[in-house]
């Protein structure tokens, strides 16, 4: 899981000029904790939005400082928030491309039923492209007990020892997050042939 910290610049502005909106009294301290960033990230940041006119102190004699947003930080706000939905929107487009060409190598294999491990919005993409390129997927499976009963592109999430029993071609590990360690878990576990693919 990516730290706050490495969050898109663009992303971090455009959530600490919402944060300033309101105008009262708030310490760099207290915002670095509504962000989940560095305090230091908060300062660098206000300073740069300071100089740049989209952010004003009202009252430097009182601390915490007052921030307040200029029209130009409105503006900036909106553009950010444009250049954000962009930045989303091609991750998303690459995440399905590498996500159909990953599905349209295990069609080109000859599998055609397929459990996807790792519940969660890619769970969710993957389910949905699966059907465009012809496979079929009889079901969802995930580790941690909160997800398992709930249901997720049609299907209910349960525990990895139901994928025998499903009788799959194919195990699709849909998360990034330990994949090499579920591979490592549940390969040996698998009819000798079920095969293992990541994302």
């Known amino acids: 899981m990516r730290r706050a910290d490495q969050r898109p610049s ?30 230091g990230t908060v300062n660098r940041l206000l300073n740069d939005m300071i100089e740049a006119g989209y952010v004003r102190v009202s009252n430097r004699a009182v601390r915490p400082f007052s921030y ?6 409105r503006r900036y706000q909106r553009r950010l928030g444009l250049e954000h939905y962009s930045w989303a929107l091609g991750t998303l487009r690459r995440l399905e ?5 990953t599905l349209s190598g295990l069609k080109s294999r000859g599998l055609k039923r397929v459990v996807l491990y790792g ?9 949905r492209v ?35 029993r ?8 849909t998360t990034s997050r330990h994949a090499d360690e579920i591979q490592r878990v549940i390969a040996p576990a698998l009819r000798s042939r079920v095969e293992v693919w990541e994302l």
């Open 97 to 101: 491309q590498r996500t159909r060409a």
């Open 130 to 164: 699966a059907s465009r390129v012809g496979l079929r997927v009889i079901g969802a499976v995930d580790d941690d007990v909160a997800q398992q009963g709930k249901r997720r592109g049609g299907l209910v999430v349960t525990a990895p020892n139901a994928i025998n």
């Open 119 to 127: 519940a969660g919005e890619v769970m969710d993409a993957t389910w």
């Open 10 to 39: 663009g992303e971090v502005r455009q959530r600490l000029i919402a944060e300033l909106q309101g105008g009262s009294h708030v310490s760099q301290r207290v915002l670095a904790r509504q962000l989940g960033v560095a305090v």
């Open 166 to 173: 499903l009788e799959p071609d194919a195990v699709l590990i």
């Open 68 to 73: 307040r947003v200029t029209d130009q930080g």
